[in-house]
């Protein structure tokens, strides 16, 4: 976030007398209440500054950076994964490059009749299918596929931080969306790189830090 110059000049006022009031910062720079109080609010929201009422304004000490990665580790998978693109289990091979394709997707989630999670197909998967000598819409993708318990995963209400952490430690392009139902997993989601490269963009360029 780039600050104006007047608001670098509250933040050095608070660092040296706070907590201190709006009037007695106006009165430093010799400016109303009512002129400053869009950068005090400003600033507050930013996290720059804290305020408590009838005390006055303190410095929160924390950087830009700092206040980046706070609101990163707010940022819920809920609000930024997209719409699952799933083929069922008895769906062959075939049938599955198809998907993919017309889908413009790297990875297929594979469900059973009940909607449940059953498995992740990736294009390596299916590269190294169609490589071979058999007919493709003979091969099953229940063959094919990463099966439970193997499948990395995350939730609505995890932390998408952590959900990025998990796509580049396995090296995966992307993550099923699951809702838990004891031993089941219904797919409502899918996470992928590129929504987490977009929520890291819009954090920053719309200054949320």
Do not use: W
């Not at 976030?1 to 007398?17: A, F, P, S």
């Not at 869009?38 to 600033?43: C, E, G, Q, R, S």
Request: proline share 3%; aromatic share 6%; glycine share 6%.
């Amino acid at each position: 976030m780039d600050l104006t110059h007047r608001q670098e000049q509250i933040i050095e006022i608070v660092k040296g007398n706070g907590p201190i009031t709006g009037e007695n910062i106006a009165e430093q720079l010799s400016l109303t209440r009512a002129t400053l109080r869009p950068d005090l609010a400003i600033l507050t929201m930013a996290g720059f500054l804290d305020a408590r009422p009838r005390v006055g304004y303190f410095y929160t000490g924390k950087t830009g950076t700092e206040l980046l990665t706070d609101n990163l580790k707010k940022l819920k998978v809920r609000n930024y994964h997209s719409v699952p693109v799933v083929v069922n289990d008895q769906a062959n091979a075939y049938d599955a490059i198809t998907t993919m394709f017309l889908e413009d997707v790297g990875t297929l989630f594979v469900v059973d009749k009940q909607a449940s999670l059953v498995g992740v197909l990736s294009r390596k998967d299916l590269l190294r299918t169609s490589i071979g000598q058999q007919d493709l819409t003979d091969v099953p993708v229940h063959i094919i596929m990463t099966r439970l318990p193997k499948i990395k995963y995350c939730e609505k209400d995890d932390l998408l931080i952590d959900a990025a952490i998990k796509l580049i430690e396995n090296q995966i392009d992307a993550l099923p969306v699951v809702s838990q139902d004891k031993q089941s997993f219904e797919v409502v989601g899918r996470l992928t790189k590129t929504n987490v490269t977009k929520a890291f963009v819009e954090l920053v360029k719309n200054d949320h830090v």
